[in-house]
Protein backbone atom coordinates (compact mmCIF):
# COMPACT_ATOMS: atom_id res chain seq x y z
CA UNK A 1 0.00 0.00 0.00
CA UNK A 2 1.49 3.36 -1.17
CA UNK A 3 0.14 6.74 -0.66
CA UNK A 4 1.82 9.90 -2.69
CA UNK A 5 1.27 13.28 -1.95
CA UNK A 6 1.01 16.33 -3.98
CA UNK A 7 0.22 19.73 -4.41
CA UNK A 8 2.22 21.52 -2.38
CA UNK A 9 3.85 25.04 -2.81
CA UNK A 10 4.80 28.88 -1.74
CA UNK A 11 1.65 30.37 -2.08
CA UNK A 12 0.97 34.26 -0.23
CA UNK A 13 -1.64 35.13 2.63
CA UNK A 14 -5.30 34.40 1.15
CA UNK A 15 -4.45 32.18 -1.49
CA UNK A 16 -5.79 28.71 -2.16
CA UNK A 17 -4.04 25.15 -3.16
CA UNK A 18 -5.18 21.88 -3.10
CA UNK A 19 -3.66 18.94 -2.19
CA UNK A 20 -4.07 15.38 -3.73
CA UNK A 21 -3.43 11.73 -2.13
CA UNK A 22 -2.95 9.32 -4.42
CA UNK A 23 -3.13 5.59 -3.29
CA UNK A 24 -4.07 2.13 -4.47
CA UNK A 25 -7.74 1.13 -4.37
CA UNK A 26 -6.90 -1.21 -1.58
CA UNK A 27 -5.71 1.54 0.44
CA UNK A 28 -9.50 2.80 0.37
CA UNK A 29 -10.89 -0.36 0.70
CA UNK A 30 -11.69 -0.45 4.38
CA UNK A 31 -10.12 2.87 5.82
CA UNK A 32 -10.64 6.24 6.92
CA UNK A 33 -8.35 8.62 5.45
CA UNK A 34 -7.00 12.17 7.00
CA UNK A 35 -4.40 14.73 6.90
CA UNK A 36 -1.94 15.81 9.24
CA UNK A 37 0.62 18.26 9.41
CA UNK A 38 4.15 19.14 10.91
CA UNK A 39 5.72 22.84 10.79
CA UNK A 40 9.16 22.67 11.91
CA UNK A 41 10.30 22.34 15.50
CA UNK A 42 6.62 21.35 16.31
CA UNK A 43 4.78 17.80 16.80
CA UNK A 44 2.39 16.24 13.67
CA UNK A 45 -0.77 17.46 14.02
CA UNK A 46 -4.50 16.78 12.70
CA UNK A 47 -5.91 18.33 9.81
CA UNK A 48 -8.98 16.62 8.13
CA UNK A 49 -10.09 13.12 7.97
CA UNK A 50 -12.79 11.29 5.70
CA UNK A 51 -14.74 8.26 6.03
CA UNK A 52 -14.20 5.47 3.64
CA UNK A 53 -17.16 5.87 2.02
CA UNK A 54 -17.34 9.83 2.00
CA UNK A 55 -19.95 10.44 4.22
CA UNK A 56 -18.37 11.68 7.48
CA UNK A 57 -15.74 14.16 7.45
CA UNK A 58 -13.78 15.70 10.75
CA UNK A 59 -11.78 18.83 10.93
CA UNK A 60 -9.69 20.77 13.46
CA UNK A 61 -10.41 23.98 14.67
CA UNK A 62 -8.13 25.90 13.19
CA UNK A 63 -8.91 24.72 9.48
CA UNK A 64 -13.05 24.22 9.76
CA UNK A 65 -14.37 26.74 7.00
CA UNK A 66 -11.14 27.22 5.41
CA UNK A 67 -10.08 23.94 4.21
CA UNK A 68 -12.32 20.93 2.89
CA UNK A 69 -11.66 17.13 2.04
CA UNK A 70 -13.03 14.66 -0.29
CA UNK A 71 -12.77 11.37 -1.62
CA UNK A 72 -13.36 10.24 -5.48
CA UNK A 73 -13.08 6.72 -6.57
CA UNK A 74 -12.49 5.60 -10.67
CA UNK A 75 -11.37 3.13 -12.90
CA UNK A 76 -7.74 4.93 -12.21
CA UNK A 77 -7.40 4.68 -8.91
CA UNK A 78 -8.45 6.38 -5.42
CA UNK A 79 -7.90 9.91 -4.16
CA UNK A 80 -8.34 12.33 -1.47
CA UNK A 81 -8.08 15.48 -1.74
CA UNK A 82 -7.33 18.60 1.39
CA UNK A 83 -8.43 22.49 -0.49
CA UNK A 84 -6.94 24.55 0.90
CA UNK A 85 -8.61 28.45 0.93
CA UNK A 86 -7.75 31.33 2.65
CA UNK A 87 -4.64 30.13 3.82
CA UNK A 88 -2.18 32.01 6.33
CA UNK A 89 1.09 31.78 7.44
CA UNK A 90 0.01 29.69 10.38
CA UNK A 91 -0.70 27.00 7.67
CA UNK A 92 2.73 26.66 6.72
CA UNK A 93 3.94 22.91 7.67
CA UNK A 94 4.69 19.45 5.59
CA UNK A 95 1.42 17.89 4.70
CA UNK A 96 0.60 14.20 5.44
CA UNK A 97 -1.76 12.28 4.31
CA UNK A 98 -2.38 8.61 5.69
CA UNK A 99 -5.18 6.03 6.01
CA UNK A 100 -6.49 4.21 8.65
CA UNK A 101 -8.63 0.70 9.52
CA UNK A 102 -10.19 2.02 13.20
CA UNK A 103 -9.66 3.91 15.77
CA UNK A 104 -9.69 7.88 16.28
CA UNK A 105 -9.39 9.43 13.25
CA UNK A 106 -7.80 12.88 15.00
CA UNK A 107 -4.93 10.81 16.44
CA UNK A 108 -2.09 9.77 14.07
CA UNK A 109 -1.12 6.85 16.09
CA UNK A 110 -4.54 5.29 14.60
CA UNK A 111 -2.80 5.73 11.27
CA UNK A 112 -0.77 2.74 10.03
CA UNK A 113 -0.11 3.86 6.44
CA UNK A 114 1.79 7.17 5.35
CA UNK A 115 2.85 9.18 2.59
CA UNK A 116 5.39 11.21 2.07
CA UNK A 117 4.56 14.60 3.03
CA UNK A 118 4.35 17.90 0.81
CA UNK A 119 5.44 20.94 1.86
CA UNK A 120 2.90 24.13 2.22
CA UNK A 121 5.11 27.55 2.81
CA UNK A 122 2.28 30.28 3.26
CA UNK A 123 4.50 33.99 2.98
CA UNK A 124 2.68 37.01 4.57
Known amino acids: VQLQASGGGLVQAGDSLRLTCAAS????????MGWFRQAPGKEREFVAA??????????ADSVRGRFTITISRDRTGNKAYLQMNNLKPEDTAVYYC????????????????WGQGTQVTVSS
Open 98 to 113: ATQESGNAQEAAAYDN
Open 25 to 32: TRAFSSAA
Open 50 to 59: ISWSGSTTVY
